[in-house]
Structure formats: structure tokens, C-alpha cells
């Protein structure tokens, strides 16, 4: 080795120490000032009430409350863009849902960014339960009857969403292919004009977020058929899952988690998750995000997280192309 080639290596490992010092001492003093998180969706939604929750919480946890700003538009996908491209130390994170992370990139010709490559996981941080609610009078009473139906009449059976592409979409996808049958898909812009459809007898029945349904379904005024986790919900007993019908295939559960950009430090991200699964495992958060229609819940780790979002991208990818909608947009 001559003596440049050892200078060289020598400035490159002081200044791969002073790299690695930095880090660490910028993870030590985290955080100094309050962390923006930015939802990629309006005011006023659960993914907004959910991220107003944990940004309070930080300001307990940290001596610094995060700060929340609203970056809705073109299905989250100007939120998502605004933090990858955003400084990579642990002040500026998105608070996301399912489809902004998971399904976006196969529905999206063009998207600004890749959420494996752009983003540095931290946590999960709520289950959203899904479910199949029904008309009494003009909808199936089961998902056995919904099966014999449709199988009977191919196509004529008519299902909402909260539109296309959205989670409660690909619900009814993958309950058609789970049971092998066909049905005709109507999508809304949202849960309020799909669930007014249903109770007029417009359509029979949709699929839904159960927050927003539970006083019609406790009044007898909608009829849930089932909910599509692995396990019974909690809040409703009594209604059966895919599973005990038959369609282990149809289980699917809405959430919403944290990232950071890519290139965070590590430690930051490391004690971003520590902070979250404290404050997700406090009583009065997990009774605020239950008000709210969800579950709190926290991923164990960073690389846990990263592991069920590449799961939940390849368990969706094949159901966005059976619906036609990959590259769609």
C-alpha cells in the first residue's frame, strides 16, 4: 500500500468514525424540537384523529408535542411524496395508511415515490376492523347465502366500496376469489354515500370500516355478516370471520403506521418505535384510538414492521391484478 492509498483509507475511517459519532450523538440528544407528522389525508379523518392522538403523546413522552399537518390528495400520494423527500432526521414522518404503502405502487403508473426504497419503517400503530354489512331486507343474511347467490346469478350481485382501488374494494375481490364467485363492483367516494345506498335498498349490501356502521348494525337497522379479521372482533361477538365460512383466503385487516424517510439513523428510528409502543400500550390512547374506530397496536420492531408491510404487499398484488386495477392509474 502506498502512502496516498493509506492516507486515503485513513481519512475515509475518520470520517466514517465522525459519521458514526455524529449519529450517536444526535440519537442521544433526540428529540430537541417538536416532529412534524404529516397525514396524507384531510382533517377530520380517522388516519388525522389517530396521528393528533400519538403527536399529543409526544409532547408527555418527550418534553416536545408533534406538530400534525395535512397533506391530503391524489389517494395520499402528495403526503408520501412530501417525506421521502424530506430530510432524513427523524423530524419529519408520515403517518400512513394500508393503501398509501402497500397498495399505491401497483395501481399507480407514475408514483413519486417507493415505499420500501423512500421510507424507513418505525411501527404499526392501528388495526382498522373491516367488515361485509348488509340491507335486512333486500341483502344475504350470511356468507353462505352471498355465495349461493352470486354462484346462482353471475355478475347481478352488487357490493359498494369506498371506491376503487380502496381497501373495502379489494375486500369484496378477495372474497370473490376466496369463494370462486363473481359479483359486480359499485364504488362511492367514501363510507357515507355507500352505507345511505345500502339502507335505501339501493345496492344490497358493502363492504366497511365496522367504526362507522355499529349503531346502525346495534339497531338492527344494517345487518353485518361477518368481520374479516383472523379472530371474532372483540365488539362484536356474535358476527362470524371468512374463516368460519369456509374463506380463510378473505381475511384482511385495515391499519395505519408511522415511517420515517429513508437514511434515517437508525437510532432515531430505534427510539421513535421505543416511544410509540410506550404510548400505544397506555390506557387512555388505546380507549382514544377505540373511540375512534381502531385498535392500538405496535410492531415489535422496525424490521417487523418492514417484514408485514412486504407481506401485505405481496398478499394484495395478485388481488389488484385479478380486479384489473394494476397500472391502472
Known amino acids: 500500500m502506498n502512502r496516498r492509498t493509506l492516507w486515503v483509507a485513513l481519512i475515509n475511517a475518520v470520517a466514517l468514525a465522525v459519521g458514526i459519532s455524529a449519529w450517536a450523538q444526535s440519537a442521544d440528544d ?34 416536545h408535542a408533534g406538530v400534525v399537518e395535512n397533506r391530503p390528495g391524489a389517494n395520499a400520494i402528495l403526503g ?20 398509501a404503502v402497500t397498495t399505491n405502487g401497483f395501481i399507480y403508473k407514475k408514483l413519486p ?17 373491516l367488515g361485509l354489512v348488509a ?14 347467490q ?13 371506491g376503487i382501488g380502496n381497501m373495502t374494494h379489494l375486500q369484496g375481490v378477495l372474497l370473490s376469489l376466496a369463494a370462486g364467485i363473481e359479483m359486480t363492483h359499485v364504488p362511492y367516494r367514501g363510507q357515507t354515500p355507500e352505507i345511505t345506498d345500502i339502507l335505501a335498498g339501493q345496492i344490497p349490501m358493502g363492504f366497511t370500516t365496522t ?22 372482533d372483540e365488539q362484536f361477538p356474535n358476527t362470524p370471520t371468512p374463516t368460519e365460512a369456509g374463506y380463510p383466503r378473505a381475511v384482511v385487516v385495515g391499519w395505519a403506521g408511522l415511517l420515517a424517510p429513508a437514511g434515517t439513523p437508525p437510532q432515531i428510528v430505534r427510539k421513535l418505535h421505543a416511544g410509540m409502543a410506550k404510548a400505544l400500550s397506555l390506557p ?11 385498535k392500538a397496536v405496535s410492531s415489535k420492531s422496525p424490521e417487523d414492521f418492514e417484514s408485514y408491510i412486504k ?19
Do not use: C
Not at 367504526?211 to 371474532?232: C, D, H, I, P, W
Not at 401485505?312 to 386495477?325: D, R
Open 113 to 129: 415515490y417507493d415505499a420500501l426504497r423512500d421510507f424507513a419503517p418505525i411501527t404499526q400503530t392501528v388495526a382498522n376492523p
Open 311 to 329: 407481506a401485505e404487499m405481496a398478499k394484495f398484488h395478485p388481488v389488484i391484478k385479478a380486479a384489473g386495477l394494476e397500472g391502472s392509474q
Open 135 to 148: 340491507n335486512p331486507v333486500s341483502g344475504p343474511k350470511s356468507i353462505k347465502e352471498l355465495v349461493e
Open 30 to 63: 433526540f428529540p430537541n424540537r417538536p416532529i412534524r407528522i404529516i397525514v396524507p389525508q384531510a382533517a377530520g379523518s380517522g388516519v388525522d384523529l389517530q396521528a393528533r392522538t400519538l403527536a399529543q403523546k409526544m409532547g408527555e413522552l418527550w418534553g
Open 284 to 294: 387512555d390512547v388505546k380507549e382514544a384510538i377505540l373511540k375512534q374506530g381502531s
Open 80 to 99: 408520501m411524496d412530501a417525506v421521502a423527500k424530506a430530510a432524513p432526521d427523524g423530524y419529519t414522518l408520515v403517518y400512513a395508511p394500508i393503501s
Open 211 to 232: 367504526a362507522g356502521v355499529t349503531e346502525l348494525v346495534e339497531s338492527g337497522k344494517l345487518n353485518l355478516l361477518a368481520t374479516f379479521g383472523e379472530k371474532r
Open 150 to 162: 352470486a354462484k346462482a346469478n353471475p355478475g347481478k350481485l352488487n357490493y359498494g366500496s369506498f
